[in-house]
Nanobody, 126 residues
Framework: QVQLVESGGGLVQAGGSLRLSCAAS????????MGWFRQAPGKEREFVAG????????YYTDSVKGRFTITRDNAKNTVYLQIASLKPEDTAVYYC???????????????????WGQGTQVTVSS
């Protein structure tokens, strides 16, 4: 079992930046691939970024490429999402998720992840 706790969300103006953190506890965190998802009101949860267990590979959805950066620090059991050049359409609850199978691959479907955090709200004002 892995417990995930997100933090770092908030209200920012368009063009601003935030760094989201996801702290993991429980079983060996470094053995998991990690992902960030987001869900806006009335919309389905969507994949944002993913990282393999080693941090050697990352993948982003097209709408955030060049603006979002996912990293992980296995010594601190934490995965980060640096988000820059924020747009109003980035407003959503952001969730981190852990995946214990095929950890050298990055999955984009929510159902491929085993553990989820409670989410952190990001609101971007225009």
């Amino acid at each position: 079992q892995v417990q995930l706790v997100e933090s770092g969300g908030g209200l920012v103006q368009a063009g601003g930046s935030l760094r989201l953190s996801c702290a993991a506890s429980g079983r060996t965190y470094s053995n998991y691939a990690m992902g960030w998802f987001r869900q806006a009101p009335g919309k389905e949860r969507e994949f944002v970024a993913g990282i393999t267990w080693s941090g050697g590979s990352t993948y982003y959805t097209d709408s955030v490429k060049g603006r979002f950066t996912i990293t992980r620090d296995n010594a601190k059991n934490t995965v980060y999402l640096q988000i820059a050049s924020l747009k109003p359409e980035d407003t959503a609850v952001y969730y981190c998720a852990a995946r214990k199978r095929d950890v050298n691959l990055i999955a984009t479907m929510p159902g491929r992840y085993d553990y989820w955090g409670q989410g952190t709200q990001v609101t971007v004002s225009s």
